[in-house]
C-alpha cells in the first residue's frame, strides 16, 4: 500500500482552505460528486501540486443482496483512473432494495450473518474484478444492531478478509459509535485486523443524545475517538489518516488544529506501535480461501430481510421482529432529516419558493413519511415539488406559479402524465 500521510476529505463547502493547509498529504472525495472530464478547478490544482486524491464510494451497497450494479462500478473505476489514485474505497454496507424498489439514501448496516456474509464476499469478489485499481471497504457506524447475528464484528471482517483478499478502511469513529450504540469494543476489532489489511483510517467527530451516538461528521473529533486512534496506532502504522467533515464547517484555523491533534496521536504511538510479524488465521498464506459462492437463496433471504427493515425506515410500514424499535424510530427520523437536508441541497430553491427553510423541512417531512425515496435525491425533488403541486400547494398563488415553472422546467422530457398536462395549463394561464 503507497504511503498517503494526513489528509482531509475534500468538499467544495472548504476548497479554499484545503488548498492552503499546511502539510497536506492527500485528499479523498466522494466519487459521485465528481465528473472525471470536468474537475473542480481546486481538485486540479491539487493533483497539479502532487497531492494524492482517492475516490471514495458511496453508493454500491455492496452489502445488499443484489449483485453491484455494473455501471456503478464502470463509474467508480473511471473516477479511480482519472484521478491517478492508488485505490478506490467503498462500505460495508447495504443503501437499497430492489423488491420493492427503496432508497435509503444513507448507509445502513448488515446482518452479521453466514448468508449476508458469503452475498457480502461474492460481491466484492464482482466489484474487485471489474475496478482498475484495489478496494478497500470501510466499517460504518450504526444506530441499532441487526436480530439473530452469528458472527462478531471482528470476526465478520476477518472472514471477509480472508476470503476476499479485501483491505480494510478502518474507521475509529464508527469504532466508537459503534461501542455506544451497539456495545462492541473497539480493540476487539483492531486486534483481529491483520496488518497487512489495513490501506487506510478515518476520524470523526460525532454527538451523543439521549445515549445515542450520531456519527455526523459536523463535530469536532472528541478525545475519545482520538483515544480509539490510539489505540490503532500502538497496533499499527497506518499508510494514511484522514480527517472528515461533511458539515457545519470550522474556521480554517480550527481544521488546521484537528490535523494538528491527529499528527500528535501518530506521533505518540510511534515508539509503541506493534510489529507485523506473523499472525494467525490470517497471514497472508492463509487468504484468498476459496470457498463457494451464496446460494440464490441466501441472497433471497438477505433481501426479504433487508427490504422489510427498510420499508419501516422510509416507508413507515411494521418494524420485523426483534429490532429495537426506539432505536428504528431514531433511524428513521435520522434519514428523513438528512433526505430533506441533501435535497434542499440539490434544489436550493425549494425553500426559497415554500416561504424559508422551516417551512420548507415541514412540508418535505410530511411528504416523505409514507413516499420512500425510489431513485436518487434529484428524483425525489421533483417528486416533492409534484406532491405539493396536486394538492394545490403553497397555498399562495404566486409560489404555487414559481414551484410549477420550477417543475416543469427540470421534468425534462418525461411522458406527459396527468400533473404534466395541469402543470401546463396553470402556467398557460398564469401567463
Known sequence: MAHLGVGIGWRPEIADAVERLPGLDWVEVVAENICPGHLPASLSRLLERGVRVVPHGVSLGLGGAERPDAGKLAALGERAVALGAPLV?????????SSPALEAGHLLPVPRTRDALDVLCENVRIAQDALPVPLALENIAALFSWPGEELTEARFLTELVERTGVRLLIDVANLHTNRVN????????????????????????????????????????????????AELRRRFEPAGVLLERDDDFPPEGE????????????????AAARPAG?????????????????????RTRLGLQQAALLSALVAGTPVPE???????????????????????????????????????????????????MTDGYRRDALDFAEHLLIQDLPA?????????????????????????RWARTLVGRAA
Not at 445515549?211 to 486512534?229: E, I, K, N, S, Y
Not at 481544521?255 to 510511534?270: F, M, N, Q, S
Open 89 to 97: 474505497t467503498e462500505h460495508i454496507a447495504f443503501v437499497r432494495t
Open 182 to 229: 451497539r456495545g462492541e469494543d473497539p480493540a476487539a476489532v483492531l486486534d483481529a485486523i491483520p496488518p497487512e489489511a489495513l490501506a487506510y483510517v478515518h476520524v470523526a467527530g460525532g454527538v451523543e443524545r439521549g445515549g445515542v451516538w450520531h456519527d455526523t461528521h459536523a463535530h469536532p473529533v472528541p478525545p475519545v475517538v482520538l483515544d480509539v486512534l
Open 322 to 372: 426483534g429490532f429495537d424499535r426506539q432505536r428504528i424510530r431514531v433511524q428513521a427520523r435520522a434519514l428523513a432529516a438528512k433526505r430533506a437536508s441533501v435535497v434542499a441541497n440539490v434544489a436550493p430553491e425549494l425553500p426559497a419558493i415554500l416561504g424559508g427553510e422551516e417551512a420548507y423541512r415541514t412540508a418535505f417531512l410530511g411528504y416523505a413519511r409514507h413516499r420512500p
Open 278 to 298: 506473523p499472525r494467525t488465521p490470517s497471514t497472508p498464506s492463509t487468504r484468498h480461501v476459496p470457498r463457494q459462492g451464496p446460494s440464490e437463496r441466501a
Open 255 to 270: 481544521l488546521e488544529g484537528e490535523l494538528a491533534a491527529i499528527r500528535a496521536v501518530l506521533d505518540a504511538g510511534h
Open 396 to 420: 399562495d398563488p404566486a409560489a404555487r406559479r414559481r414551484l410549477t415553472l420550477w417543475w416543469r422546467d427540470r421534468a425534462g422530457a418525461r411522458p406527459p402524465r396527468r400533473i404534466v
